[in-house]
């Protein structure tokens, strides 16, 4: 059987959260710190804590923090020091959960002063949820961007409606397009995540021929899929324990994988299945490497017993 991804697993394998003390002095993170795996040289900076929506079954990242938006002045003494003590800092990661539910007005504050404290300063990212979406108007988050703040991640998760309803993600597809499209409309570059397996066995393939769908709506820049991971004090982790949850194998997950990628009509995006929870790591830039993408997955399909799955101890969160 396959380890159930418990807290312990996570402290153990977590290779997408900074270590604990990798910045001692003034930056005192506060609880448990996550970030995409394209965050890993930026410096990160929990502008708000915890997750204001914080319903999503799945999900367990924030669940024992209370929503906050920190001050900025606080922010500020942090900012000050890394400048003082880190090298150039090129990328700044705004954490915790939906940083972009902040006011705006404390965003564009927040960036001014970042801008002022690292002038070699490339991109600042945040996650975006669809609550937060749903509330930034398109002229705030063009001011955000002017202002630095270009890049959002975006936890899709699903383009089929009952997966997103019993994941309750809190927006049908046609709300997730929409309000990603204000995004897009700002000049705002999205990193968009889809969760294999979240559509159980039964929902499996209309789950990836929906998603793709909804990302073909999009375009987003990025996309990239995670595994759907039962962690301990979820929704999901006890609907799991109740035996309601049917976790895919590797080998169906990488079936799964192929029709959502078949589905995918993008302009241009970068493709990545690299995040730790994986079993198959993938990338590549769509429209032009979708064949090749596609014909990997067919040697997997086509031979298991050979294929490069990670084990279960190297997965993670
Ligand atoms: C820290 S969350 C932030 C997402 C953002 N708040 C949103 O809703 O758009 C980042 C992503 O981690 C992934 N994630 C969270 N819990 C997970 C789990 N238990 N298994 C797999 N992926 C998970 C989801 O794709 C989620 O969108
Ligand atoms: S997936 Fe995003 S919106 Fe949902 S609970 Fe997690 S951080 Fe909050």
Same mark, same amino acid.
């Not at 079954?57 to 000050?80: D, G, H, N, S």
């Not at 990328?91 to 007005?105: E, N, Q």
């Not at 899709?156 to 994941?167: A, N, W």
């Given at each position: 059987?396959?380890?159930?991804?418990?807290?312990?697993?996570?402290?153990?394998? #977590?290779?997408?959260?900074?270590?604990?003390?990798?910045?001692?002095?003034?930056?005192?993170?506060?609880?448990?710190?996550?970030?995409?795996?394209? !965050?890993?040289?930026? /410096?990160?900076?929990?502008?708000?804590?915890?997750?204001?929506?914080?319903?999503?079954?799945?999900?367990?990242?924030?669940?024992?923090?209370?929503?906050?938006?920190?001050? /900025? !002045?606080?922010?500020?003494?942090?900012?000050?020091?890394?400048?003082?003590?880190?090298?150039?800092?090129?990328?700044?990661?705004?954490?915790?959960?939906?940083?972009?539910?902040?006011?705006?007005?404390?965003?564009?504050?927040?960036?001014?002063?970042?801008?002022?404290?690292?002038?070699? $300063?490339?991109?600042?990212?945040?996650?975006?949820?669809?609550?937060?979406?749903?509330?930034?108007?398109?002229?705030?988050?063009?001011? /955000?961007? @002017?202002? #630095?703040?270009?890049?959002?991640?975006?936890?899709?998760?699903?383009?089929? @409606?009952?997966?997103?309803?019993?994941?309750?993600?809190?927006?049908?597809?046609?709300?997730?397009?929409?309000?990603?499209?204000?995004?897009?409309?700002?000049?705002?570059?999205?990193?968009?995540?889809?969760?294999?397996?979240?559509?159980?066995?039964?929902?499996?393939?209309?789950?990836?021929?929906?998603?793709?769908?909804?990302?073909?709506?999009?375009?987003?820049?990025?996309?990239?899929? /995670?595994?759907?991971?039962?962690?301990?004090?979820?929704?999901?982790?006890?609907?799991?324990?109740?035996?309601?949850?049917?976790?895919?194998?590797?080998?169906?997950?990488?079936?799964?994988?192929? !029709?959502?990628?078949?589905?995918?009509?993008?302009?241009?995006?970068?493709?990545?299945?690299?995040?730790?929870?994986?079993?198959?790591?993938?990338? #590549?830039?769509?429209?032009? @490497?979708?064949?090749?993408?596609?014909?990997? $997955? @067919?040697?997997?399909?086509?031979?298991?017993?050979?294929?490069?799955?990670?084990?279960?101890?190297?997965?993670?969160?």
């Amino acid at each position: 059987m396959r380890p159930r991804w418990t807290a312990r697993n996570r402290r153990r394998n #977590g290779p997408s959260r900074p270590r604990a003390g990798r910045l001692p002095g003034v930056i005192q993170y506060e609880g448990k710190l996550y970030r995409p795996p394209s !965050e890993a040289d930026s /410096l990160i900076l929990q502008a708000t804590i915890g997750c204001s929506y914080n319903k999503c079954t799945f999900c367990a990242m924030y669940r024992e923090k209370r929503f906050r938006v920190r001050p /900025l !002045e606080e922010l500020t003494r942090e900012i000050q020091w890394a400048a003082r003590t880190m090298g150039p800092v090129r990328k700044v990661f705004l954490a915790d959960g939906d940083a972009l539910i902040a006011k705006s007005s404390f965003l564009e504050e927040l960036l001014v002063r970042l801008r002022q404290a690292f002038p070699s $300063l490339h991109r600042v990212s945040c996650y975006a949820s669809p609550q937060a979406l749903q509330v930034r108007k398109v002229e705030e988050m063009q001011r /955000l961007r @002017d202002a #630095g703040l270009t890049l959002y991640y975006l936890g899709i998760e699903s383009g089929h @409606d009952e997966v997103l309803t019993r994941l309750e993600k809190g927006v049908d597809a046609q709300e997730m397009i929409r309000v990603a499209g204000k995004a897009t409309e700002a000049g705002i570059k999205l990193s968009t995540m889809i969760l294999l397996g979240a559509g159980n066995r039964a929902l499996s393939s209309a789950h990836a021929r929906a998603s793709a769908e909804v990302v073909n709506a999009i375009q987003p820049r990025f996309v990239s899929t /995670l595994v759907m991971t039962p962690v301990e004090g979820t929704p999901l982790f006890d609907s799991a324990e109740r035996g309601e949850v049917d976790e895919l194998s590797p080998l169906e997950l990488a079936r799964e994988l192929r !029709e959502f990628v078949a589905g995918l009509e993008l302009t241009g995006t970068v493709f990545r299945s690299n995040h730790a929870s994986n079993y198959l790591a993938l990338a #590549g830039n769509l429209p032009r @490497d979708k064949a090749r993408i596609l014909a990997a $997955l @067919d040697q997997v399909l086509a031979h298991p017993g050979r294929a490069p799955f990670a084990p279960e101890w190297m997965r993670g969160l």
